[in-house]
Nanobody, 117 residues
Framework: QVQLVESGGGLVQPGGSLRLSCAAS????????MSWVRQAPGKEREEVAY????????TYADSVKGRFTISRDNAKNMLYLQMNSLKPEDTAVYYC??????????WGQGTQVTVSS
């Protein structure tokens, strides 16, 4: 069965960096586009980044453009999100999932990112 396991979240000060990882198994990872979606308390889910199956094209939410970078290693079945210049408003649970959008697909359990001084 599809399994997605996120790691790398934590507490970081404003301006800091974190790298999230997502280990994928149970499906042919290299054939699926993948997304990172976040949800903050009281807010709607937001797709922050998406990458095509071959990794050749990426898209970002305006709120993270220029600060976050999505990448993947199809040989290792891994998805990554490098987050730089973090802001308090980036605080959320971050999920990796298959396919685009904030619904559908298969989801990981999420990893908490807290940006606070």
């Amino acid at each position: 069965q599809v399994q997605l396991v996120e790691s790398g979240g934590g507490l970081v000060q404003p301006g800091g960096s974190l790298r999230l990882s997502c280990a994928a198994s149970g499906f042919t990872f290299s054939t699926f586009g993948m997304s990172w979606v976040r949800q903050a308390p009281g807010k709607e889910r937001e797709e922050v980044a998406y990458i095509l199956s071959h990794g050749g094209a990426t898209t970002y939410a305006d709120s993270v453009k220029g600060r976050f970078t999505i990448s993947r290693d199809n040989a290792k079945n891994m998805l990554y999100l490098q987050m730089n210049s973090l802001k308090p408003e980036d605080t959320a649970v971050y999920y990796c999932k298959t396919l685009r959008g904030v619904t559908g697909g298969s989801w990981g359990q999420g990893t908490q990112v807290t940006v606070s001084s």
